[in-house]
């Protein structure tokens, strides 16, 4: 079956420190790959996304993603947190093939010590 | 931008009665989608549509139906409310199947709903 795992529930990092979030997946073929953020009493924003190409991702916020399919994960990353990053991130999943449809993580709660 | 509007923020209804959450988004997307959210369980797919009047279920649509009788809105209708579907509820829209961005989805700003 299809899956998505953020094995991470919640992460502290201090301000300025980098930080890592992991997202594994369970997918019969490459899907399509993203990251969402929540903040707080919001809806989700997408992040960054891969569809093909460059494995290495950028998206919005300074946030990039890296695809590593012999490792079937997706891994966010940023250089340096700012305490403005503290929310909720989701990684998904979705097929290639014409369903539209996303798999969504547990979702891992980030707080940023000053 | 694409702007996805839910129309209640918050919300509160008593056990048995029949609730509506309201989703209109304004870029003509084919695709909408009904989620729940709770605590360690992430996003749940509840229902999605793929047109006017097309809807399928997701992977937990019981004690849900939804209704889409225009593009740009979809409802999600707790038909008697119970307590056990206190949540907070998100709605979704994508482009068309046939683009590369169909799985690009822009959320609302969701709907805490309790059933007391």
């Known amino acids: 079956a299809q899956s998505v795992t953020q094995p991470d529930i919640h992460i502290t990092v201090s301000e300025g420190a980098s930080l890592e979030l992991r997202c594994n997946y369970s997918y019969g073929a490459t899907p399509y790959l993203f990251w969402y953020v929540q903040s707080p009493g919001q809806g989700l924003q997408l992040l960054l996304k891969y569809f093909s190409g460059d494995t290495l991702v950028q998206g919005i916020k300074g946030f990039e993603a890296e695809f590593k399919r012999s490792q079937s994960s997706f891994n966010l990353r940023k250089p340096s947190v700012h305490w403005s990053d503290a929310a909720e991130y989701f990684c998904a999943v979705g097929a290639r093939v014409n369903t539209g449809k996303l798999i969504f993580g547990q979702g891992t709660t980030l707080q940023v010590k000053p | 931008d694409v702007k996805v509007t839910q129309s209640s923020r918050y919300l509160v209804k008593r056990t048995g009665e029949k609730v509506f959450l309201e989703c209109v988004q304004d870029?003509?997307?084919?695709?909408m989608f009904w989620y729940r959210q709770d605590p360690g369980l992430g996003l749940r797919l509840i229902y999605f549509?793929?047109?006017?009047?097309?809807?399928e279920k997701g992977d937990i649509p019981e004690g849900y139906s939804v209704s889409r009788e225009k593009k740009e809105r979809f409802s999600l209708i707790l038909e008697s409310a119970s307590t056990n579907q206190t949540s907070m509820y998100l709605c979704a829209s994508s482009p068309p199947l046939t683009t590369i961005a169909k799985n690009i989805q822009y959320f609302g700003a969701g709907t805490r709903l309790s059933v007391l």
């Open positions: 549509s793929y047109d006017v009047k097309m809807k």
């Open positions: 870029m003509d997307h084919e695709n």
